[in-house]
């Protein structure tokens, strides 16, 4: 009992990265080796993204809640620059999938099946979606993973509690405390959940499938890199006057692994809450900023859709000036805010950017279909940009307000 009590704990106190590592090691070689039995584990896979998916809306409200209603008046938050860095690292990743997709033009085979989806007909749809999602019934919101409503509906409560007594603030603020310990227990298996992930991921899709859109892919992955390893460095640079790449890999590493296997941002806001922590960022900024950046910063939805539009573009012969592409960056920005935070939900709104160059909805779908052929690579990497993202900025944002308040 004693050996097993001392291997478990060796296993809490390892590096949870490694662990992860070995677990995606693992799947690859399981579903290579034994790809009957792939199938078999899936349940480890589904069971840990479940697990996270369950647990994510009750921790955002709780904590949302908890933080407003125990922040002390004239407490500095660091939100408004936070978010001001969503909205400019959103655009400038529509902006930077332009100019890839200008540099290096991907073409389609648009003869793939149709799929029975309902986009958004136009922008106005778009907003007219979010402004419902805000007033959202709470208990709706919370039972769908409604992430606008529920951000709202905790602001409010949280509002209201500070002109509570402090025995209720307490209450709340415990009870958060005690959703958080549940959540850590959740991410330690993290591990098993990525082995079951990657083993039934390459054991149904394989590699093969990826090699007809290398080169969409590229320009994909390309843009993505680019705007982890280049622009989200120059506005951390530009917050903290700081060398930005320790705080941008450490995220990539502890945040983005994780996503990109479990492709939904919202899943992978208990692990975000989870390295704010770590990184030791004020609670009161990152107890909103994070669910609120699972929402709104989506930088590699704003990329999908403009690289994925542009590329039907290309194929149709449909000429594209400046004006238009600066247009098509603006459409992409606003309309991956309103893509949902989970796996393949930008996809949905590649029809809505290819109404602006007169695409019809069939033909529109028909790139959607692409997208979900190279979903498998191009969401898993859309969604450890997005996420990673999200601690990358509120953390340049509070580093950013602690040496203003030092000068």
Request: glycine residues 8%; aromatic residues 8%; neutral net charge.
């Amino acid at each position: 009992m004693n050996v097993f009590s001392s291997i478990f704990q060796r296993i809490l106190r390892g590096s949870l990265v490694l662990q992860i590592f070995t677990g995606i090691i693992a799947g690859i070689l399981l579903a290579v080796i034994a790809p009957q039995w792939a199938g078999k584990i899936a349940f480890l896979g589904e069971l840990f993204v479940g697990a996270l998916k369950a647990i994510a809306p009750i921790l955002v409200f709780l904590l949302v809640t908890a933080s407003i209603a125990n922040q002390k008046k004239n407490t500095q938050t660091n939100m408004k620059p936070v978010v001001i860095l969503y909205l400019v690292g959103t655009f400038a990743a529509a902006l930077t999938a332009v100019a890839a997709s200008f540099m290096f033009p991907s073409s389609l085979e648009l003869q793939t099946s149709q799929q029975q989806l309902s986009p958004p007909q136009d922008i106005g749809e778009v907003l007219h979606t979010l402004l419902f999602r805000l007033i959202d019934n709470p208990v709706n919101a919370l039972m769908s993973g409604n992430y606008i409503g529920i951000l709202v509906w905790a602001i409010g409560l949280g509002l209201t509690l500070r002109h509570g007594s402090e025995s209720s603030k307490q209450v709340f603020w415990d009870i958060a405390h005690g959703v958080s310990q549940m959540v850590r227990f959740v991410i330690r298996l993290a591990p098993l959940g990525v082995f079951g992930l990657v083993a039934v991921a390459v054991s149904e899709t394989g590699f093969g499938v990826l090699a007809g859109y290398a080169h969409l892919l590229a320009v994909l992955l390309g843009a993505m890199l680019f705007i982890a390893l280049v622009v989200n460095p120059l506005l951390v640079f530009y917050k903290t006057h700081q060398n930005p790449y320790p705080l941008v890999l450490t995220c990539l590493r502890e945040s983005g692994v994780t996503a990109f296997f479990t492709r939904s941002s919202a899943a992978n806001i208990p692990v975000n809450m989870a390295l704010c922590e770590r990184l030791k960022l004020h609670e009161d900024t990152y107890s909103v900023s994070i669910p609120l950046g699972a929402t709104v910063n989506m930088g590699g939805a704003a990329i999908t859709i403009t690289v994925l539009t542009l590329a039907a573009v290309n194929t149709l012969g449909i000429p594209v000036d400046i004006p238009t592409a600066l247009l098509l960056s603006l459409i992409a920005s606003i309309s991956a805010c309103g893509a949902s935070g989970v796996a393949g939900g930008s996809l949905l709104l590649i029809p809505l950017a290819c109404s602006l160059f007169g695409i019809d909805n069939s033909t529109a779908m028909q790139v959607v279909a692409v997208g979900m052929i190279i979903g498998v690579v191009q969401d898993s990497a859309e969604t450890a940009l997005n996420s990673s993202t999200d601690v990358v900025f509120t953390a340049a944002a509070c580093i950013g307000a602690e040496r203003q308040q030092q000068s």
